[in-house]
């Protein structure tokens, strides 16, 4: 089976090449997931939002820590089972941490978003929350992605240690910066620090310089926008095996002009 996940879709720019990505390649994946924690405006997503890369070929979506910037979304995560938040927030927080849906070619995929907790909101243990659940999941599919949203590398590396061998793929979401380990681990999961960012990409993590910059100089707040400059999608391209093993991983790091010769 292959598998497209698309990093952090920042606001209009983000959308715009995500929307060209797809035409283009949609048909070649099995299955489709997106970040979509900055989708409307840079922060948070809407349900308007969601709906629309639903009909652009996108078959779920993950979040973060701005999943809840829009208030809607309190509503929305306790009706759809196709945008999920972090699993490790504290129980009776609204929304799922988990959903597993069917893959266009026919196998179930269960995918799972986690929290980190260095330089992150103060949630429950991600490593413990997610060995509740995983019994529970693994008798239904084999097929088993995790989103781990998180600002540290170190984290990030070690909940890919931790679940090499018991799930499909790790991939890091939230930094907004490409790295370039994806790889795959020694019992089969494959893994990648951070898939990066689908959005301005001549900006700071998808906001303008403009904005950002007096933020640091001088630390009081500032309103940030969207930056529309040099915008390229990031994501992943993987391919699972029928036991659910990660076979290949192939970075994507592309600009609207370079689409045009794929
Ligand atoms: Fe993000
Ligand atoms: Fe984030």
Redesign the pocket.
Known sequence: MKVLIIG?VVGKPGRVILNEYLDRKSAEYDFVIV?G??AAGGFGLTEKIAEVFFDMGVDMITT?N?VWDKKEMYEYLQKTDKVIRPLNYPKGVPGIGYTILQAGNGEKVAVVNLLGRVFMPQVDCPFQRFDEILEEVSKETRNIIVDFHAEASSEKMAMGWYLDGKVSLVFG??T?IQTSDSRILHKGTGYITDIGMTGAHDGIIGMTVGSVLPKFLTGLPSRFEVCEDNIRLNGLEIELDTDGTCMSVERIDVSMEEMDFM
Do not use: I, V
Request: net charge negative; charged share 20%.
């Open positions: 952090d970040n924690e900055n973060g701005h979401t939230h907004h």
